[in-house]
């Protein structure tokens, strides 16, 4: 046996004599005996049995160090040869009720739905792989996706059929705002697969309300806290906000107002917040020129840990370190455009360049648009983090230097951040 590559170690500061592993490639934690740390660097000779046996179990210990080398460069082959599921993200409407200053799709916003016939295309694409014996997820997603109300209804009532029809999964998550997500709608769409709704809160109230007004100036905290209050235990909602380096630290005001207007963090299924973006298109707006480029910055590092643990502190869920990568190495992730086009993200709807077919002409070749081996390095394969990141974000590489012509390290992030990341989740994650 040999220690694996993708393998942090931290003293236990309060505990002399310990250390924590962390291996990397399953998200494994474990506080062992220096000692033990000492035989185990041995490549297991000097361990017990069951020393050894824990170990390879964790991921601390391997068979061979090159045979996981090639079994992490295979990573997204041995995935995408064995998905028996298909995610979709469908952008039904680039209209939206608020009129948000940052907004990531405001380069291509507009009066633009999706026609009924491209609804007709996207169902029957979905019910040919339901046919093939995958199981379907879609995530409603804008502009605001419930001013497409009747669209979606629509289309999920039609893929529930077709689920039932072929004996396999069907379900959909809303990407929503929240002003619209009444009990009487989630109550209509529960029947129809409805299993999750992200929608974005930005700070306390005066922060929100400039941050994310109706088109018409007029905030709109009330009316959708009053809608979280009243739905957050029909469904499970995932809450998310976006800071600036400017007001991060005034986040946790929200989840003082959340909890005192009797709004349960177990009935939520997260909690979590991120810097504003630059544009779709590279731009920022105004005062939120202070929009994250890159996860390495220093204040985007302070305001992560802060606001992770502070949201920990009050008891609301957040999400658990694992292994993560950018969705275009996944051949079963698809985002589907209001006019049929295909694309591997969000960030790229309506670059041309960035565009990978239709639901009419089916799926190009994107390997070399989308650069899928950036990360097949010596530098990336022999990083602990790599399990983490795969390359990091493109659109945040594509940003830098205008083309995925090199990987978005995330190693600065994770020297800073990965340590008291775990150390938050082990001291404050509710047992």
């Not at 910055?297 to 869920?317: D, K, N, Q, V, Y």
Request: charged share 25%; proline share 5%.
């Amino acid at each position: 046996m040999e220690l694996s590559r993708y393998l942090k170690v931290y003293p236990v500061s309060d505990k002399p004599g310990r250390v924590m592993l962390l291996a990397t490639r399953r998200c494994a934690v474990l506080e062992c005996s220096e000692a033990l740390w000492q035989r185990a660097q041995s490549g297991g000779q000097e361990l017990t049995e069951p020393e050894q046996a824990t170990l390879a179990r964790l991921g601390v210990l391997v068979p061979d160090q090159e045979v996981e080398r090639e079994e992490m460069r295979a990573t997204f082959e041995t995935i995408n040869n064995s998905s028996r599921s298909l995610a979709v993200t469908a952008i039904l409407t680039l209209e939206c009720n608020l009129a948000c200053p940052y907004c990531f799709e405001d380069p291509v916003r507009g009066h633009f739905t999706m026609s009924s016939a491209t609804a007709d295309l996207l169902v029957e694409r979905l019910t040919e792989r339901m046919a093939g014996g995958l199981d379907i997820t879609v995530d409603f997603y804008g502009g605001e996706a419930l001013m497409a109300l009747a669209l979606l209804k629509g289309i999920a009532s039609r893929l529930g059929d077709a689920a039932r029809t072929h004996g396999v999964a069907f379900a959909f998550n809303i990407f929503s705002n929240g002003v619209l997500l009444t009990p009487k709608t989630v109550r209509e769409l529960l029947p129809l697969g409805l299993a999750a709704v992200r929608l974005t809160i930005d700070g306390p109230p005066d922060i929100h309300d400039v941050q994310r007004p109706f088109v018409s100036g007029r905030g709109s905290f009330d009316a959708i806290t009053t809608n979280v209050r009243a739905v957050h235990r029909l469904v499970p909602l995932d809450i998310g906000g976006n800071y600036t380096r400017d007001n991060y630290h005034r986040f946790p005001e929200l989840l003082d107002l959340l909890l005192a207007e009797g709004i349960e963090p177990g009935a939520l299924k997260a909690v979590g917040f991120a810097p504003v973006m630059p544009k779709s298109d590279g731009s920022v707006s105004g005062d939120f020129g202070s929009a994250c480029c890159s996860v390495n910055e220093p204040w985007m590092i302070e305001s992560a840990l802060f606001l992770r643990a502070e949201t920990l502190r009050r008891g609301f869920p957040v999400g658990k370190l694992q292994a993560g990568a950018c969705m275009i190495e996944f051949d079963n992730d698809w985002v589907v455009a209001y006019d049929g086009s295909l694309y591997k993200c969000p960030v790229f709807m309506g670059q041309e360049e960035m565009r990978i077919g239709s639901l009419a002409e089916g799926i190009q070749d994107y390997r070399v648009s989308h650069n899928l081996d950036v990360w097949k390095t010596d530098e990336c394969l022999e990083c602990a983090y790599l399990p983490l990141c795969f390359g990091g974000c493109r659109f945040f590489r594509r940003l830098k230097t205008g083309a995925i012509d090199g990987v978005d390290c995330r190693r600065g992030y994770l020297d800073a951040a990965l340590e008291q990341l775990v150390r938050q989740d082990l001291e404050l994650r509710p047992r």
